[in-house]
């Protein structure tokens, strides 16, 4: 009887595991289904940040922010070009990850901003996921400049370039005018989706046949002028100096990744130009002449700080910025113009100037995102347009296209230096400020 007894109660025992177990298990399996939505919201979050156009520290901050408030243990993320990765430990030895392919880009960074402050109301606010995904889904319907717009925007920023590098009114003219084809080409090409380098030569081609068309009928009195107003909608100068500021940062695959595609996007841009203008000596013989009328020293300075201020208000609307951050972003523009000019009273060296004006506009933009509660990044892009080496870069190409391999080698050198200026100069302020602002947080008792 005792031993029967001995086994009865062995057997209930083992009977009550049973569900305590499986009871274990779908705990288990429930709470890693819980993270991998959560992780799921995270890197869709993150994704929209990467596509509009935010740097790799904010991004993979964001994404530990925000699994922390979740409750994460451990966040590691990996945030490149084209992926995403990210692996969440939520307990001793329980880990989700998920990898995210990014295939697009385009600066929005009225989205940008938007992402910025979901991932911190999710933070602050210790939203759910449901309530997260639901205020994610309202943000992603959001409207854009209207197409006629736009075509406003590309044609101001054409003519304002022009006009910023030495072109006439009627080389601005023109300019804006073969601006409009552009927007239709690049609409066309989005609709279509399309390999984003044919349109860039296709507009390339067209433009420079256009312009040299236009100083031929007596319309403009510079091909290069013309070409340059509208070199500066394609050419990659913020992704060339962006590429070098990654590099210099640490993220060496992004960096890189970026200066290889801002190389090739430039001698696309090159090698349309310069084909426009083969095609025309070869099919209709003679040489284009072109005429620059050189101004005096005040009037030059007086349009170059009128054009970079509305020419940095036009590259902000096309970067979808909120049109209540659209004055700020241009006066970014016209301030590190500014610095560019007052520098050059103290020192002649040219990268050293761009160097100091890159500083200015870093510390401007910083201090506008404070005041605006929004990303720095939404006045710096806009706001260090007019300083990227585009033109720079623009004849560089052009110079290698056409085997003019001196002149490609001096230029290519001038380009490089300006570009590391500005990628040291928005490097060392930032680094400066976030370390000012990390022991702000630290006396505070703030996690930084």
Do not use: H
């Amino acid at each position: 009887m005792v031993e029967r007894s001995i086994v009865f109660w062995m057997d209930m025992i083992k009977l009550s595991k049973i569900p305590i177990e499986d009871k274990n298990k779908n705990s288990s399996g429930g709470k890693r289904r819980e993270w991998e939505e959560r992780l799921d919201l995270v890197l869709d979050i993150a994704e929209q940040m990467v596509i509009s156009g935010a740097e790799v520290a904010r991004t993979e901050y964001s994404i530990r922010r925000i699994c922390k408030s979740f409750g994460a243990v451990r966040t590691e993320a990996l945030s490149i070009t084209t992926s995403l990765i990210v692996t969440v430990y939520y307990g001793e030895y329980s880990s989700v990850t998920q990898t995210r392919r990014v295939d697009k880009f385009a600066y929005n960074m009225n989205r940008l901003e938007k992402m910025n402050e979901l991932s911190r109301e999710i933070c602050d606010k210790k939203l759910s996921v449901e309530e997260g995904r639901k205020k994610f889904a309202g943000l992603m319907t959001e409207k854009y400049y209207s197409f006629r717009a736009q075509i406003l925007f590309f044609m101001l920023i054409a003519s304002t370039f022009t006009l910023f590098f030495g072109g006439s009114i009627r080389d601005a003219v023109v300019s804006a005018v073969i601006a409009v084809l552009f927007k239709y080409i690049d609409e066309f090409a989005r609709k279509i989706e399309i390999n984003k380098f044919i349109p860039i030569v296709a507009s390339s081609l067209l433009g420079g046949l256009l312009a040299i068309m236009a100083v031929k009928a007596g319309l403009a009195d510079s091909v290069e002028m013309v070409s340059i107003g509208n070199v500066m909608l394609l050419i990659p100068g913020i992704m060339l100096t962006n590429s070098l500021r990654d590099m210099f940062g640490g993220d060496t695959i992004t960096g890189g990744i970026r200066f290889i595609e801002a190389t090739l996007v430039a001698v696309m841009i090159a090698l349309g130009f310069s084909a426009s203008s083969k095609f025309y000596e070869e099919t209709f013989g003679g040489v284009i002449i072109s005429t620059v009328v050189k101004l005096p020293s005040i009037i030059t300075i007086t349009i170059a700080l009128v054009t970079s201020f509305f020419g940095s208000i036009g590259y902000a609307c096309t970067f979808n910025t909120n049109s209540k951050r659209l004055i700020g972003a241009g006066f970014g523009g016209f301030i590190g113009w500014v610095a560019y000019l007052v520098s050059g009273y103290f020192m002649f060296s040219e990268p050293m100037k761009y160097f100091i004006a890159a500083i200015v506009i870093n510390v401007y933009s910083e201090i506008m995102a404070v005041r605006e509660k929004a990303p720095s990044t939404v006045f710096l892009v806009s706001a260090i347009m007019p300083l990227v080496p585009g033109g720079m870069l623009y004849r560089t190409m052009r110079f290698a296209v056409t085997k003019e391999w001196k002149n490609f080698g001096k230029s290519g050198v001038e380009t490089l230096s300006v570009a590391l200026a500005l990628a040291l100069g928005m490097l060392i302020a930032n680094s400066v400020i976030k370390s000012m602002r990390k022991r702000r947080r630290k006396r505070m008792g703030v996690q930084a």
